[in-house]
């Protein structure tokens, strides 16, 4: 559904007094402020920020300039600067209006500005970045999870990897499957700091996934690699779920080059 779709499915059915003609033209009514409607002007807005339409230092429009456009409420507006605000990407100020702020104060790791730089033509250096990132805390992540892993965090990755061959990754169900397996890894390390990642890497993950299948399947079935990650873990072989986390992610930005390639 698109943000304009989302902003429409929001508004309110114009209400009829006693004694009005029903034939007659409704009064235009402008749209409410549920969570739905400023998340979509927060989506909106903020894929335009990260896709490079609003530049670091550029000013917003006015919050009734740009209610008008949208035809929604100024609450509405509001409501989805302060979203945008409290992820890093714009600052409000009185009379100096809404600027976006440097790309270095944009919390990148928030799964919504994930989604809204993948929402277009990711930058190739950002998705270069966060495989990166992945394949600096994963392979280590993955090695204590081998050290500390209990019976609940091994059924955890048996359940992802069931769905995983069930669904498979090219439907939402096997993507999601996909997350929690990555995401019980982290959990299994029992370290509090990696397990704040885990909805980073997890959406980095996911959008990844969903990226490099968006003019062909994927070129090889991924669930092997997964496999032998568990296979690592459940054994307890603290190197060998390193270097087989390691080589999935490798194989991964691999498959991920060839599809921004095209």
Known sequence: MSDNDMIEDSAAPTAIAPGDDATATPARTRRGTGRRLHGAIAHKLGAAIVSGEYRPGDTLSGEVAFSEALDVSRSAYREAVQVLSAKGLVESRPKTG????????????????????FSGEPDIHF?????ELRAIVEPAAARLAAERRDKTDLKEMRDALAA?????????AGRTADRDFHNAVLAATRNDALVVLSASIGAAV????????????????????????????AAGDVDGAGEAMRL??????????SAMEE
């Open 98 to 117: 809404t600027r976006v702020l440097p790309r270095n104060r944009w919390n990148l790791l928030d799964p919504d500005v994930l989604a809204w730089a």
């Open 127 to 131: 998705v270069r970045s966060l495989f």
């Open 164 to 172: 995983m061959r069930r669904h498979t990754l090219a439907t939402e």
């Open 206 to 233: 996911a959008w990844t996934t969903q990226f490099k299948q968006r003019s062909r399947a994927l070129p090889r079935n991924p669930v092997p690699d997964h496999v032998k990650v568990y296979d690592a873990i």
């Open 248 to 257: 999935l992610v490798d194989l991964a930005l691999e498959d991920t080059r």
